[in-house]
Antibody, heavy 118, light 106 residues
Framework: EVQLVETGGGLVQPGRSLKLSCVASGFTFNNYWMSWTRQAPGKGLEWVASITNSGGSTYYPDSVKGRFTISRDNAQNTLYLQMNSLRSEDTATYYC???????????WGQGVMVTVSS | DTVLTQSPALAVSPGERVTISCKASESVSTRMHWYQQKPGQQPKLLIYKASNLASGVPARFSGSGSGTDFTLTIDPVEADDTATYFCQQSWNGPLTFGSGTKLEIK
């Protein structure tokens, strides 16, 4: 059974940093691209970052480019999202997702809440 | 960025057929995918590449379309289908989602 378990969320002040982690199990982690997608409270979904299966390439939308960094440790089956210079508009539930290249997301974690507020 | 437009809400009775639409601001070929999100849960993949049923999804769900106009069909609708349904494209630029269609079962 595929499982994605996110940790690391919480309350953080604007301008500060936070790092999310996602431990994957139930599949061969290094065979798949992985992504992060977020959902602001009561709002829709927004793709945040993707990384190739080897970790050699990463992709971001303009809204987070230069502030967020996606990475992975294939030996530990773990995906990360380093979030710097956080803004109030980054407040959301962040989902770790297994991706079919830069296409669709076939498994989602339960999500972790990030609140950016002073 | 490619904008995906969905109707905000629909209400149908159990046993009926419902179609949920998604219109793209530019062609996305058949790179349109559909997700179901029940209240308090994470999204779940239903349909990928316009018409392919994801693993474990009941055959009551189907998808169609290409270019700019896409449809998710549920036939027949069941009470458990109460959820918000999102479309997502992966053909152009950054991956984008529609704003979601909230489906109420009367």
């Amino acid at each position: 059974e595929v499982q994605l378990v996110e940790t690391g969320g919480g309350l953080v002040q604007p301008g500060r940093s936070l790092k999310l982690s996602c431990v994957a199990s139930g599949f061969t982690f290094n065979n798949y691209w992985m992504s992060w997608t977020r959902q602001a409270p009561g709002k829709g979904l927004e793709w945040v970052a993707s990384i190739t299966n080897s970790g050699g390439s990463t992709y971001y939308p303009d809204s987070v480019k230069g502030r967020f960094t996606i990475s992975r440790d294939n030996a530990q089956n773990t995906l990360y999202l380093q979030m710097n210079s956080l803004r109030s508009e980054d407040t959301a539930t962040y989902y770790c997702t297994r991706a079919h290249t830069r296409s669709y997301f076939d498994y989602w974690g339960q999500g972790v809440m990030v609140t950016v507020s002073s | 960025d490619t904008v995906l437009t969905q109707s905000p809400a629909l209400a149908v009775s159990p046993g009926e057929r419902v179609t949920i639409s998604c219109k793209a601001s530019e062609s996305v070929s058949t790179r349109m995918h559909w997700y179901q999100q029940k209240p308090g849960q994470q999204p779940k993949l239903l349909i990928y590449k316009a018409s392919n049923l994801a693993s474990g999804v009941p055959a009551r769900f189907s998808g169609s379309g290409s270019g700019t106009d896409f449809t998710l069909t549920i036939d027949p609708v069941e009470a458990d289908d109460t959820a918000t349904y999102f479309c997502q494209q992966s053909w152009n630029g950054p991956l984008t989602f529609g704003s979601g269609t909230k489906l109420e079962i009367k």
